[in-house]
């Protein structure tokens, strides 16, 4: 059973690129959500998908956007980079369905702008 | 603005000692109370302490949830160096605000032989 898989695993961008970072939630869960977590600090909350729309969204400017496709994969799109975007950015999943249901987290993206 | 502090941020121990990591919140609609493990990537989970379920165990780890004070304790018994990792806690709301956790910063424990 697949936990949560996330690519690539790094990644190096220039200032003002764009970037899209994938992810492949659990098998059985329909929710991902994703989180930007700098160096030293606690995960933070971009935005949530369910049901392939955008449900949820923390504190982060419209630069950051998402997709969720009909497999309930997903995408972080983020344009316009500056240097305080490199973070390890987490995707997580879950099952909405159930009450009480933790999120399981993957890998992580290691994104660094040059 | 939901809240999430915890503390100590680091914490060095030897081998064999017990640690308690403390977790305090704020938040509107509170659902749960969640604790992590975080080695080189993945956050790994712990435990779910929510209304009805206030006290978690799992072998050397332990969790207990204070409702009235607004915290959460994380115990770990008798410390292997594996249980090296930085402990993360984050609180999760009932609806209306993000559905995504609040997490705090982290505490950082580094367990020496």
């Known amino acids: 059973d697949a936990g949560v898989t996330q690519s690539p695993t790094h990644l190096i961008k220039t200032r003002g690129q764009q970037v899209t970072l994938r992810c492949s939630p659990k098998s059985g869960h329909d929710t991902v959500s994703w989180y930007q977590q700098a160096l030293g600090q606690g995960p933070q909350f971009i935005f949530q998908?369910?049901?392939?729309?955008?449900?949820q969204r923390g504190n982060f400017p419209d630069r950051f956007s998402g997709h969720q496709y009909p497999n309930y994969s997903s995408e972080l799109n983020v344009n316009a980079l500056l240097l305080g975007d490199s973070a390890l950015y987490l995707c997580?999943?879950?099952?909405?369905?159930?009450?009480?249901?933790?999120?399981?987290f993957g890998d992580g993206t290691r994104l660094s702008i040059l | 603005e939901d809240k999430v502090v915890q503390s100590p941020l680091s914490l060095v121990v030897h081998e064999g000692d017990t640690v308690t990591l403390n977790c305090s919140y704020e938040v509107t609609n509170f659902r749960s109370l969640l604790w992590y493990k975080q080695e080189k990537k993945a956050p790994t989970f712990l435990f779910m302490l929510?209304?009805?379920?206030i006290e978690k165990k799992s072998g050397r780890l332990s969790s207990i949830l204070d409702k009235k004070e607004l915290s959460s304790i994380l115990n770990i018994t008798a410390t292997q160096t594996g249980d090296s990792a930085i402990y993360l806690c984050a609180v999760e709301a009932i609806g209306g605000g993000a559905d995504g956790l609040t997490f705090g910063k982290g505490t950082h424990l580094i367990i020496q032989p």
């Open positions: 929510t209304s009805s379920g």
């Open positions: 998908y369910y049901e392939e729309e955008e449900r």
């Open positions: 997580a999943s879950s099952f909405r369905g159930t009450l009480y249901q933790p999120q399981h």
